[in-house]
């Protein structure tokens, strides 16, 4: 994507996106790639200085774990009380419950005190940074449908999961949600993980008391330090932008209606990392079979023509513009096109590239299972880091 001039614009083209039958939607692409911009912008100044990321206070203090009143300052009389013929362990135990069970109830939160702006983060701009010539964006375009039907009327939820592997490098989405039918309200969740020990290291708490974690920092002990940050409703014509550090999980939703079907569309654009360069559509031909066969059908059709014309005497005829750009991608064409059409059938039917539409299916069948596998890994490492208080 150019990124030099006033408007972004898309250089090459969109796989599954014929650049000349499917051109007004390249354009509505661009606009949305603009309207991204501004709102990654945003997302990435913070993480763009590592120093501004790093020793930043609590927004709000906590420095140690209080009751009012603490049941452990309580005489004996008051609380349960040993029954008749109770055993002493037994009774001790039912007073220990008790006495967790007050301190979740009587746990004293921390007052936020005077509110203060956060820091600004550095100033940071796409633009400005990579807006040279030569160096434009690398944008991963995807169009995902979620369909509700009366036999399946509800999508229970996603998975918790960061976008693309290390291979696609993306730091960076921008969601677009641009038709909602017949569902209720959705939400995307954010989580994100939890340095335990710098949160944790000034505070003072009871020995062996951990109850509080789970109402201050939302995590238990022994499990993983990951906190869930909120979520943002997903109403048609929103678009949310969020950095690949984060985890992010779709809500449920079903059909309001239950007697008719309902959608929710997007368009989801994956930012790659603006200092690394990955293999794109700017390196790979065109992989669909459908289109090398239809360019060189075409160019068959204007061979024949040109032939027609010359033997009348004029030889201005020239190539149509409508297929020009398949044409950069598949060269050969011109080749094959001067062929009888029954060999251009054998030759089409016996090549291995371009991509035939049911090796693509079979092959974004392995991609799926590999994004699936992927998405388990990641997340057991993603969980892995665990709170562990120490006693005193």
């Not at 509700?148 to 976008?163: A, F, I, M, Q």
């Not at 929103?238 to 239950?258: A, M």
Request: charged share 25%; glycine share 8%.
């Amino acid at each position: 994507v150019d990124i030099s001039g006033e408007e972004a614009r898309i250089t090459t083209y969109i796989n599954n996106l014929h650049p000349q039958e499917e051109k007004p939607l390249y354009a509505l692409i661009e606009k949305l790639i603009e309207a991204s911009i501004p709102l990654w912008d945003k997302s990435l100044a913070p993480l763009s200085e590592d120093s501004f990321m790093v020793n930043r206070d609590q927004r709000i203090p906590y420095e140690s774990v209080k009751y009012d009143p603490d049941p452990e300052d309580l005489s004996d009389s008051e609380g349960p009380q040993q029954l008749p013929g109770e055993d002493e362990d037994a009774y001790w135990e039912r007073r220990e419950e008790w006495i967790q069970a007050m301190r979740e109830a009587n746990l004293v939160m921390p007052e936020p005190g005077e509110f203060t702006p956060l820091e600004e983060p550095p100033k940071f701009g796409l633009r400005e940074v990579y807006g040279g010539r030569g160096r434009g964006l690398q944008v991963i375009v995807k169009l995902a449908n979620i369909e509700l039907t009366p036999e399946k009327p509800r999508y229970e939820r996603g998975s918790w999961h960061v976008e693309g592997q290390m291979n696609e490098h993306i730091v960076a989405s921008a969601l677009y949600y641009y038709s909602n039918e017949n569902i209720t309200p959705s939400h995307l969740s954010f989580r994100a993980q939890l340095d335990q020990e710098a949160a944790t290291v000034d505070i003072s708490y009871p020995q062996s008391e951990h109850g509080w974690l789970s109402t201050i920092f939302g995590c238990e002990q022994g499990e993983s330090a990951v906190q869930e940050l909120g979520s943002v409703e997903t109403r048609e014509g929103r678009l949310v932008s969020f950095t690949n550090i984060l985890q992010h999980r779709v809500g449920p939703f079903e059909l309001v209606d239950k007697g008719k079907k309902g959608y929710r569309k997007i368009v989801a654009l994956f930012l790659v990392d603006p200092g690394v360069r990955v293999i794109s559509t700017a390196h790979v031909p065109c992989q669909q079979q459908e289109w090398w066969w239809k360019a060189t059908q075409e160019l068959h059709l204007e061979l024949e023509e040109n032939a027609h014309i010359s033997k009348g005497g004029n030889k201005g005829a020239g190539s149509s513009s409508s297929s020009s750009s398949i044409r950069a991608g598949v060269g050969v064409a011109q080749g094959i096109a001067k062929l009888p059409l029954e060999l251009q059938d054998h030759v089409l039917e016996d090549v291995d590239f371009p991509i035939s539409l049911q090796e693509a299916k079979r092959l974004r069948l392995e991609l799926m299972q590999e994004r699936k596998e992927f998405v388990v890994k990641s997340g057991k490492l993603f969980e892995s880091n665990t709170f562990s208080l120490c006693e005193h």
